[in-house]
């Protein structure tokens, strides 16, 4: 898929999976309850042991899963993921030089800001989509309803206590994605292994924020 095609399926699908676990195990574990819910797509963090690996294994399976990497630091980061077969990078922060490598190589880039200031830079610099981070924990919905009013042209991605609970909210305000990691992939559903609640989890997720998307059309 080139960038054009991993940043509509981003919009399409309107949820990424953020995977952040102990082991390459439960990652690959992670993903497929994931997929297995309706969601084709996911973020491993390079906080997972092994992360590079995991991502070539994922991308090699066949399975048609699209496979970002997630806390991406630096352009070396960047291009051992890149080389791994990653369609996607995202950030917990804004490194200019990797946004320009991203943009050297073709590849989605989805930094996380937090300021308009910082979202004024991301943008011009010729980001994807801009990943706000921490949302919950300063804002939540309304700021990012806040964020869309000078930034209507903007594509925002929540980011950080996305739950069921408030993902609604979130799609309303006029996110144009969800990050969400562990109210998605719960611990103990790790520990225990228990996929049934991942996929029922995933299935939830993506029934909501496609209801949300018709109440927002239906509210234009």
């Not at 993903?31 to 973020?43: C, F, K, L, T």
């Not at 917990?92 to 930094?111: C, H, S």
């Not at 991605?157 to 996110?175: E, H, R």
């Amino acid at each position: 898929m080139n960038r054009e095609e991993v940043r509509a399926r981003i919009e399409e699908i309107g949820i990424i999976p953020a995977i952040r676990v102990s082991s390459a195990e439960d990652a690959l574990f992670a993903a497929e309850a994931v997929a297995s819910g309706g969601i084709p797509m996911v973020e491993l963090t390079m906080t997972v042991p092994g992360a590079i690996e995991v991502i070539s294994h994922l991308v090699r399976s066949g399975t048609g899963l699209i496979v970002g990497a997630g806390t991406v630091w630096d352009v070396e980061m960047a291009r051992r993921c890149l080389d791994a077969g990653a369609k996607f990078l995202t950030s917990t922060g804004l490194d200019l030089k990797t946004v320009e490598y991203a943009a050297q190589e073709n590849v989605v880039i989805i930094p996380g800001v937090l300021t308009p200031t910082e979202v004024m830079m991301a943008w011009k610099a010729g980001v994807d989509f801009v990943k706000v981070f921490p949302c919950s924990q300063l804002g939540g919905a309304p700021y990012i309803k806040a964020l869309k009013a000078p930034f209507p042209q903007v594509p925002l991605i929540a980011s950080g206590g996305v739950n069921q609970q408030n993902v609604a909210d979130f799609v309303l305000a006029g996110a144009t994605a969800v990050g969400i990691g562990a109210h998605l992939i719960p611990k103990k559903a790790i520990e225990l292994r228990q996929p049934h609640r991942i996929h029922e989890l995933a299935v939830r997720f993506v029934s909501t924020v496609r209801e949300a998307r018709r109440q927002r059309a239906g509210a234009r």
